[in-house]
């Protein structure tokens, strides 16, 4: 909690919450919070793709950011003047960044794949990034999503 909310201190207000909250230990041996009823989904269940804007919380948010981005690919993730680009994530993990593009009638999602992606993890992203475009473009006559070729 102290990563992404800036905060320092929180192991008094943790400690004090400690009866009120479920915990766990990470892979590395950390224990976490978390609140009792929260749902925790089985660690096989597939997470569906999502796309996050740029300088999302999910991507900055974390200490150990390797729950969420391979190695290889942080470098990616932050440009020279240090902008975060939007990304989506297949299974959990950012599998490569994305943009809107528009014309006067047409909004374009385009996508840059860091690796080869599965023909269902394609279909999926194509009918997310469809409904994403309506929401965020819902005056587009024409809305496409175009995946451009690996850079993996």
Not at 4 to 17: D, I, K, Q, V, Y
Request: some cysteine.
């Amino acid at each position: 909690a102290q990563n992404w909310s800036g905060l320092g201190g929180l192991r008094t207000t943790f400690e004090a919450l400690r009866g009120e909250l479920a915990t766990f230990r990470d892979g590395r041996g950390r224990e976490l919070f978390d609140l009792p009823e929260a749902p925790r989904p089985a660690e096989e269940t597939p997470a569906p793709v999502r796309f996050l804007p740029e300088y999302d919380n999910l991507v900055l948010g974390h200490d150990d950011r390797s729950r969420i981005v391979a190695d290889e690919y942080r470098p990616r993730l932050v440009t020279k003047n240090l902008q975060i680009p939007a990304t989506f994530l297949v299974d959990g993990f950012v599998a490569g960044t994305c943009r809107i593009e528009r014309t006067k009638r047409v909004a374009t999602l385009m996508l840059q794949p860091f690796g080869k992606l599965l023909k269902r993890d394609l279909r999926a992203l194509e009918k997310e990034g469809d409904a994403l475009l309506g929401f965020v473009e819902p005056e587009a006559a024409t809305r496409n999503v175009v995946v451009a070729a690996s850079t993996g």
